[in-house]
């Protein structure tokens, strides 16, 4: 199986696409998805970790050879006013919105990936090209 070079957000054309590098795990914003990336001989698999967001309120998409996960969260703000029966005193949750952009190697089929959600966590499946999928053997000699 052959190493996958993945560059992190736009840090990766300067950090040259390594993500043992630490700087490319870094996002500028403060906020980030946390995601794990591994590869088998036929497909690379992305999970990100998303918990308390609503499926609909997810995007996956596709810009060229780069994946991109957003996702946004609404709370009403409801300040110090009464509501039902229940006053708030002090409400920090608010709107917020998350993304995630990972540059994939050539060798991903990104017009097969499939998508699941459960439990907290997006998993993406890109499988490998066929041209690229690794068919090493050994060859009897005669």
Same mark, same amino acid.
Request: glycine content about 6%; cysteine-free; proline content about 4%.
């Given at each position: ?14 950090? @040259? ?13 403060? *906020? %980030? &998805?946390?995601?794990?990336? $591994? ?45 039902? @029966? ?13 993304? *995630? %952009? &990972?540059?994939?190697?050539? $060798? ?35």
């Amino acid at each position: 199986m052959a190493l996958a070079l993945f560059g992190d957000d736009l840090l990766s054309p300067f950090l @040259g696409g390594h993500l043992s590098n630490s700087l490319a795990n870094t996002n500028n914003y403060g *906020r %980030s &998805i946390p995601i794990d990336i $591994s590869e088998t001989e036929r497909e690379f698999s992305v999970k990100a970790d998303v918990p308390g967001i609503d499926k609909n309120r997810l995007k996956v998409y596709q810009d060229g050879d780069v994946l991109s996960i957003s996702a946004e969260t609404k709370h009403e703000n409801k300040g110090d006013k009464e509501e039902k @029966g229940v006053k708030y005193h002090r409400v920090e949750r608010s709107s917020s919105f998350v993304k *995630r %952009s &990972i540059r994939m190697p050539d $060798s991903a089929d990104l017009s097969q990936i499939k998508a699941a959600y459960k439990d907290g966590t997006l998993h993406l499946s890109i499988p490998k090209k066929e041209k690229e999928i690794n068919r090493n053997r050994q060859i009897a000699i005669e």
